[in-house]
């Protein structure tokens, strides 16, 4: 099992920042691929970046490549999302997500491959 708690979130005016956390706990941490995915009111939830088990691969949703990084820390059994430039339309709920069966070096932008999943965190941009 993979415990999964996010942080971070609030309202924040187009253009600013805002720095998401994912905590986990559970099995061992470097042994599965992250993700961050986002839905917004109405619509399906979709992909955002995905970070693999060793951290040296990493992928982005065409929205937010250039403005979102993510990263991880293996010794705090954390993934970060740093949203930078933001912009209204990147208000939703967001969620990080955990995928226990892909390579090292791999990593998924599909929901249905992820295994466990937090709770969420609002983000809210005004315009």
């Known amino acids: 099992q993979v415990q999964l708690v996010e942080s971070g979130g609030g309202l924040v005016q187009s253009g600013g920042s805002l720095r998401l956390s994912c905590a986990a706990s559970g099995r061992t941490f470097s042994n599965y691929a992250m993700g961050w995915f986002r839905q917004a009111p109405g619509n399906e939830r979709e992909f955002v970046a995905a970070i693999s088990m060793t951290g040296g691969s990493a992928g982005y949703a065409d929205s937010v490549k250039g403005r979102f990084t993510i990263s991880r820390d293996s010794a705090k059994n954390a993934v970060y999302l740093q949203m930078n430039s933001l912009k209204p339309e990147d208000t939703a709920i967001y969620y990080c997500?955990?995928?226990?069966?892909?390579?090292?070096?791999?990593?998924?932008?599909?929901?249905?491959?992820?295994?466990?999943w937090g709770l969420g965190t609002q983000v809210t941009v005004s315009s």
């Open positions: 997500a955990a995928d226990i069966r892909r390579g090292r070096y791999a990593y998924t932008s599909l929901t249905q491959d992820y295994d466990y």
